[in-house]
């Protein structure tokens, strides 16, 4: 599930995660915030009820025996409840309730007297007051509903008479709040933070679609120029690996093809020479057969020169209609016959012409060579399109559909030498179409022949 919805592009990770990263921090900020203001507010509250508590104390220590009675039913509220008893309804002291303990005998002063202060949640109705009046209970009740968990301070002061006025209070919670200042900062922090992503992403996306694509037309063969070094630091360092990589393969092929530039001279002299010296000898079988050896020498030196010099390497790359091309070499081949190409839709690619023809004609020509006849048909399949040229030979068998592309591989079972080249035919034509990007692949039909399946990135 996270994979599905997890973005892939790197800038929208890089701004996902900061978000996520901001929303964590902010969020546990405001918990512990929230916690901070719920001590303070209750500290208050404790505090405000404790010097009330302290103040009926002193007043009952100061007051005659026959208005201590009406002092307690004065100063009675609904959610505040002075009794006086003969023992504490108090049996210790709570430890969260120690700052209003102190603040409790502070106020009181001399002499020192004993205090016993408790605070704790409550869920439930609050034991002992039934007769205290209906507009505590229905307040108490009210903060029970809400679910705002109601806190009780309960407070036992032993009076100066030795009895003891016993105290319990009860107030809201402090529920948790969103300050329009935080949402404000919230908001502000997440903008900023977006602007920071967005900026990142595009220092590194930049330069990495730049160098994706370039390697990708690289490794195609075009000619490219070395590209700007920005970016980090590591993307720099990338960007200057990459062009000192394409200027290493571009002087060795460079050199290599001068090479066999050199050894194609060196061979086609001797031939030369051989083909003069057979004219001046008188015809015979043997001249004949001389003549058909060099000419077959001939012809493997200038496809083995044509394979390894890469021809298609040095080739312009334009944008080519595929339906066109295939039409014109269909054209020029008997025996082909067209599978739907009149009806097909543009399919534009950029591309090789030359060497993309001479590769579809060396596979087009294979097909009619051994299979008499060949169809030929095209079809976009998302961003590539998918060439087919079928025949209806003996075909191959399963193990050999890979080993055909090898250089100067032939099966003598099926391709006898006089019906066939020299073996570079579909090495040539596959070598061109990975230079393309692409790949060319062979199959068995069902209904007898071997089907080539050329796909080629647009």
Known sequence: MIRQFWPQSVGAQLLVML????????????????????????????????????NVAQLLDQAPEGLRSQ????????????????????????????GIADRLR?????????????????????????????????????????RTGPLELAMSIQLASGDWLNVRSMFHRPVAQWLVSDIAALAIAAILVTFVAVVTAVRIVRPMRKLANASDRAGKGEQLAALPESGPQELRDTVRAF??????????VSGRTRMLAAL????????????????????????????ALVDEMQTMVEATLAFARGEAETEETVAVDLRDLLQKLVAETKGVRIDGLGEAAAVVARVRPVALKRALRNLIDNAVRYGENAEVGL??????????????GPGLPEDQLEAVFEPFRRLETSRSRDTGGTGLGLAIARTVIRAHGG???????????LKATVELPL
């Open 379 to 392: 079809l976009r399949d998302r961003d590539a399109a998918i060439i087919s040229i079928s025949d209806n």
């Open 264 to 291: 194609g001279h060196d061979l086609r002299s001797p031939l030369t020479a051989m083909r003069l010296r057979l004219e001046l000898i008188d015809e015979s079988e043997d001249r004949d057969r001389l003549e």
């Open 439 to 449: 790949e060319v692949t062979l199959q068995n039909r069902k209904a007898g022949g």
């Open 106 to 146: 502070r106020t009181l002063g001399d002499p020192p007297r004993e205090v016993l202060v408790e605070i704790h949640d409550r869920t439930d109705a609050v034991p002992g007051v039934e007769d205290v009046p209906n507009s505590m209970r229905q307040m108490h009740a009210a903060m029970l509903a809400e």
């Open 19 to 54: 978000l996520l990263a901001l929303g964590i921090s902010q969020g546990l900020s405001l918990l512990v915030f929230s916690d901070e203001r719920d001590r303070a507010v209750r500290a208050a509250l404790g505090y405000e009820a404790a010097g009330r508590a302290a």
């Open 243 to 252: 062009n000192r990589m394409q200027a290493r393969i571009r002087r060795f």
């Open 71 to 98: 002092i307690v039913l004065a100063a009675n509220s609904p959610l505040v409840r002075f009794w006086i008893d003969d023992s504490p309804a108090v049996d210790h002291d709570s430890h969260d309730a120690q």
